[in-house]
């Protein structure tokens, strides 16, 4: 198997993740639409496409073909049943972790995040639902069946296969903490979410690290779009309420 040392490993995660944020900024400032709805659409173009393709390559070097079975070097089979226990578990966990530590988060980082947004075009703060609100009754239909489908299926699934299969199966130091090195870059990734990081690490650190242990990335999959299947369906009452 091809393993990747710690220089490529960062350049993996990071070079999408730079080019998507600079796209993002930079074509936000002039955006005619909701600034969530163009950041799926630049994932979609961008994230998910080089992060397939990483993998896809991969395949094609270690089993002759291009496919995803790169990202599932090393894993083994588990009921669903057991699975979605798992998931529900730790999608409890998440719970409980953002009632508490992102609460603390968002308070200690109000200030710098108020500070950074106030220097940005509104659409740029996607909580900002007043200001989604002012698009028309059809644009907000599509934003939010778009951000639906991309926040809780197709981004979810290509960042799972990504880093807890294909980043952290071929990593070149295989140590009990490999799962939780690749939680934090998988973390710290996210350059266009800067303010909570230690809430995203403390919340999928467990399931990466059991889903490594088990060596079934089902867990963590299930449980990430578990995660962005609640926060998406909250984004959608709100701004189609």
């Known amino acids: 198997m091809y393993k990747i040392d710690t220089k490529g490993l960062l350049l993996k995660i990071f070079a ?7 796209s993002y900024f930079a074509l936000g400032l002039f ?12 994932g979609t173009l961008i994230l998910v496409p080089a992060e397939l393709a990483m993998i896809l390559k991969a395949s094609k070097r270690e089993y002759g073909k291009y496919s995803i079975q790169s990202a599932f070097a090393g894993q083994e089979q588990y009921a669903i049943g057991k699975v979605l226990a798992f998931a529900f578990v730790f999608f409890g966990i998440a719970g409980l972790l953002s009632a508490s530590i992102l609460s603390i988060e968002n308070g200690v980082f109000a ?10 075009p509104t659409g740029f703060d996607w909580t900002n639902f007043e200001h989604l609100k002012t698009f028309s009754f059809p644009i907000r239909i599509i934003t939010c069946v778009y951000y639906g489908i991309f926040n809780v299926f197709v981004a979810p699934i290509t ?23 690749i939680a934090i870059l998988f973390s710290l990734y996210h350059l266009w979410l800067p303010f ?21 990335l089902y867990i963590s999959m299930c449980f990430h779009c578990l995660c962005n299947l609640f926060s998406t369906w909250n984004f959608i009452l709100v701004v189609l309420g």
């Open 111 to 120: 200030g710098l995040r108020s500070s950074v947004l106030n220097r940005l």
């Open 196 to 216: 909570n990081n230690l809430f995203r690490i403390l919340a999928f650190a467990p399931a990466a690290y059991v889903a490594y242990q088990k060596k079934n």
């Open 159 to 181: 960042e799972e296969l990504f880093f807890r299969g294909y980043l952290t199966s071929h990593y070149e130091k295989q140590t009990p903490f490999t799962p939780i090195i």
């Open 16 to 22: 999408p993740a730079v080019a998507l944020s600079f």
């Open 31 to 42: 955006c005619g639409i909701p600034h969530i709805l163009l950041f799926c659409i630049l």
